[in-house]
């Protein structure tokens, strides 16, 4: 295990959380464990551990970003990661608008058709307790 992939893990449960990583770490296999060091160095380990920007406005980035390329599979993780990143909604409906200008109102509609969605079973997990 290497230094980048320890911070990268480290980084990954503190924005993602504890359950999140077990979750992913208790479901990964001899196939894609390469892949998953990958992105555990590079995008944990590299890019989120940087501190040339803060995890609230790299959290906005990242939810732009999804969203531009409709990559939506990752929205609701990255939503609930915005709990921990210090984003808000107001901040995570700015990021939109911008994919909507410069990505497409599609796209951006639908992000924020999951954002709301997440939201509400984030907040219904919060009254149960959990």
């Known amino acids: 295990m290497t230094d980048r992939y320890q911070r990268g893990m480290d980084v990954r449960r503190s924005v993602l959380g504890d359950a999140h990583v077990d979750r992913a770490e208790a479901s990964k296999t001899p196939f894609d464990a390469p892949f998953q060091t990958l992105i555990t160095e590079g ?3 590299t890019v989120w551990a940087s501190d040339g920007i803060s995890d609230r ?3 906005m980035l990242t939810l732009a970003l999804l969203a ?3 990559n939506f599979e990752e929205i609701p993780m990255h939503i609930r990661a915005t709990a921990r990143t210090g984003a808000s909604k107001s901040d995570v409906l700015e ?3 911008h994919v909507a200008i410069y990505a497409g109102v599609p796209r951006a509609n639908h992000a924020l058709k999951i954002a709301r ?3 509400a079973e984030m907040e ?3 009254s149960r307790g959990s």
């Open 43 to 45: 995008a944990w380990g």
């Open 57 to 59: 406005e790299r959290s």
């Open 68 to 70: 531009a390329l409709g």
């Open 95 to 97: 990021a939109f608008q």
């Open 117 to 119: 969605q997440t939201y």
């Open 124 to 126: 219904q997990d919060q």
